[in-house]
């Protein structure tokens, strides 16, 4: 393989799970490409389907749900049908991914150091007094002070973001090439979060990882992400170099977001929201999922709008707000 | 009243009525013993202790009918077991705490309970606080049913009416937790919350798992219960736009202790502890601009062996000899306005004690 492509390509990935009460499209045609050494910064609704995506690249949708069309590609690798071992041993070595809630990824009974040294171990053989030496240096790396102290812990005696920081240090332990981080910094103070940031960009830098940064914080998006996507009901609606998303948004979702940050509201006054409710992705209404709430939607809305490219750019909408071609820089 | 205390609370003024919530150099310990590989190391001699937290170390605070008082610090500092200590979930170790005026842990217990059911706490992890075997409808509308509030007729309309204002679709009641994203789940934490009533909230990190439209829109609900209903709020949070947009007062804390407490704008306008100006540089903005992150500057101190002095000291800029020996107390430094560091002026009427 001399033509280096991308590191992880996603290709017309669908997600669903199927519940007694429907069909439900949580991941529904989502593609996207990752070079080495990039962020993608995955942003979007809550229940927008951006943690299964997230669990479908590792490979860990449990019935109801399943993968049921698309492609990943790890290296040119395809990961969809790959049995569980296969999958097993690419997680944790080739591909991490730090759960929004932390205790997905700590077991509540087992010591720190325990949990640490077996992640280690489990791809790699070293010895216990390297693999524990290597846990030790990784929770000093996330900013926890104390390290033999709290080795020899247990999971709740740990306050909400020194279990988040403990969740980042195993999915770095074993150096990871892809890292999918899900909300990993919502319960730190932005000293510690610069801290955190600090060493994803280094990981991303020096070892050329890639990284997907799924969260609500627009402002760490803005600072670390390359490259954006924005998520709603199960779709990415726009996807960008972050600069062009953030400053020219095409999609109207994407304009209703940015128009709620609180710093762009008058202090104390009511904050602007997008009206509405998000549609239940059971029961997903015909044409644009937008639709409903959207201030532009016309009777050409009434159509499924597709994904326009152009530049590096892309907007699903009929009617953006800012014409693709024209903002995309090179 | 100490001057400490005094710093806090909003200087007495006779027109207010007593707090609704009031903390007096509350303070909570862990202590995890000594464990058997300890016990063995120390037959030969290794000298292993048990550990000591002080999560919460003498923290007053007090909190005005309809206030909003934001509480922000490092992370692991004691914001999330501050509030536990302030709704009753957790014993403290020292210190006071009053409802209404009234000593909450020398309340008979039927009036305790009665106490505690108006003080409610949405807690920081939603997926451990939710039991994972029961449905939404029953998660959020057991409560109500059980203290009478609605009968079990009524309680599937309840639910409903409960979601909806969270922005979750009611036709999802039946789903058990699993089934939900995390930011829905969180919102299944708040409706439980709010489905009870409250007076007063403690709210821990609780719109850190929502994007913004729905976190605007659950801050706006936050806005209008205090409105119509004078609801109190408690408010954790690292993200310090939320807390300047909704908080009347702010207080920051640095490893179990108030570092700063003052109005919000006077406080973001012009912080004075070295720990909050830390902050205040470290937020980012919306606008796209590339940042190189930085490390934190020198030690963090561990909440397991803090160091002597001014907590802060490891990591503080301005550190003196005096920063490393002696804890700085809170001190006034202008009306309603106090901080715990050597290099700050008190002001002309205000003491250090
Ligand atoms: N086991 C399940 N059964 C049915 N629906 C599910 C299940 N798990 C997730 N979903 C639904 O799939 C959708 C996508 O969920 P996902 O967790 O990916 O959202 P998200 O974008 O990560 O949201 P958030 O920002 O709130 O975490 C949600 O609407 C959720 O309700
Ligand atoms: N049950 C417990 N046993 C032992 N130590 C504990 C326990 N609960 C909390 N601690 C310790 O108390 C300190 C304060 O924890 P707390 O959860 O209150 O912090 P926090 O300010 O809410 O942090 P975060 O912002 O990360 O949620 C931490 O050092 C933590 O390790
Ligand atoms: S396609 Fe139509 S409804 Fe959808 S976002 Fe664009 S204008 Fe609005
Ligand atoms: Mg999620
Ligand atoms: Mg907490």
């Known amino acids: ?330 | 009243m100490s001057a400490a205390s005094a710093g806090v609370a909003p200087r007495a003024d006779p027109a207010r009525a007593a707090p609704l919530v009031e903390l007096r150099s509350i303070s909570r310990r862990f202590v995890k013993p000594v464990d058997v590989a300890g016990r063995i190391a120390n037959a030969f001699g290794a000298g292993v202790r048990e550990e000591v937290v002080h999560a919460v170390d003498r923290v007053s605070i007090a909190v005005q009918p309809g206030e909003v008082v934001g509480l922000v610090g490092e992370s692991g500092c004691g914001k999330s077991t501050l509030g536990r200590l302030a709704v009753g979930l957790l014993a403290p170790t020292g210190g006071e705490r009053m409802w209404r005026g009234e000593a909450l842990d020398a309340m008979p217990r039927e009036r305790r309970r009665a106490a505690q059911l108006r003080m409610q706490m949405i807690f920081q992890d939603p997926y451990a606080s939710l039991n994972p075997r029961m449905r939404v409808v029953d998660i959020v509308g057991e409560a109500p049913v059980v203290h009478g509030m609605i009968t079990p007729r009524q309680k599937v309309e309840y639910v409903g009416l409960q979601l909806n204002r969270v922005g979750l679709d009611p036709t999802l009641m039946r789903r058990f937790p699993h089934q939900f994203s995390g930011g829905q789940r969180a919102r299944i934490g708040i409706a439980r919350a709010l489905a009870v009533k409250p007076e007063f909230l403690v709210c821990d990190e609780s719109v850190a798992a929502l994007d913004v439209s729905i976190q605007a829109q659950v801050l706006n609900l936050f806005m209008d219960l205090r409105a119509a209903l004078d609801l109190t709020y408690l408010f954790i949070s690292h993200d310090l736009g939320v807390v300047r947009h909704i908080s009347d007062r702010v207080v920051i804390m640095y490893l179990g202790r108030v570092v700063e407490s003052g109005p919000t704008e006077a406080l973001f306008g012009d912080p004075a502890h070295p720990y909050t100006r830390a902050l205040l540089a470290g937020v980012g903005s919306v606008e796209p601009r590339k940042r190189s992150f930085a490390p934190v500057r020198g030690e963090i101190p561990s909440p397991l062996a803090p160091p002597p002095g001014c907590h802060f000291h490891p990591r503080c800029p301005h550190a003196v000899a005096r920063c490393r020996e002696e804890a700085p107390v809170l001190t006034e430094i202008a009306p309603g306005r106090a901080a715990a560091c050597w290099l700050v002026e008190p002001s002309p009427g205000g003491r250090r004690s």
């Open chain 1, 1 to 330: 393989m001399s033509a280096p492509g991308p590191l992880l390509e996603v290709a017309g990935l669908r997600t669903h799970f199927f519940t007694r009460s429907g069909v439900v499209k949580a991941v529904d045609d989502v593609s996207f490409a990752l070079a080495r050494g990039e962020v993608l910064g995955l942003v979007g609704e809550s229940g927008s389907g951006k943690s299964i995506t997230g669990y479908s690249i590792m490979g860990l949708v449990d019935p109801p749900g399943r993968i049921v069309a698309g492609s990943i590609r790890l290296s040119g690798r395809e990961l969809v049908g790959l049995g569980h071992e296969e999958m097993r041993r690419l997680r944790g070595n080739r591909m991490a991914m730090v759960f929004q809630d932390p205790m997905m990824t700590l077991n509540p009974v087992m010591r720190i150091d325990r949990q640490m040294t077996e992640t280690i171990r489990a791809h790699e053989r070293v010895s216990a007094a390297a693999a524990r030496a290597r846990a030790r240096a990784a929770l000093v790396a996330v900013g926890i002070p104390s390290p033999d102290e709290r080795l020899a812990s247990y999971p709740h005696q740990f306050s909400g973001g020194m279990r988040q920081r403990v969740a980042i240090a195993i999915a770095l332990l074993n150096r990871p090439d892809v890292v999918i981080a899900d909300e990993p910094t919502t319960a730190l103070d932005v000293t510690i979060q610069g801290q955190i940031l600090h060493e994803m960009q280094k990981l991303t830098r020096d070892a050329g990882a890639a990284l997907i940064w799924i969260t609500h914080d627009l402002s760490v998006v803005a600072g670390l992400a390359d490259r954006i996507a924005v998520m709603y009901a199960g779709r990415i609606v726009e996807h960008g170099r972050c600069a062009d998303v953030l400053s020219q948004p095409a999609h109207p979702y994407t304009r209703g977001l940015l128009d709620s940050v609180p710093s762009r509201n008058p202090r104390g006054a009511r904050l602007r929201q997008i009206p509405g409710m998000t549609p239940s992705l059971a029961a997903l209404p015909e044409g644009c999922a937008f639709r409903e709430r959207c201030p532009r939607a016309g009777p050409a809305c009434a159509q499924a709008p597709a994904m326009q490219e152009s530049g590096g750019r892309g907007v699903r909408c009929h009617d953006p707000l800012a014409a693709v071609a024209a903002t995309a820089g090179p």
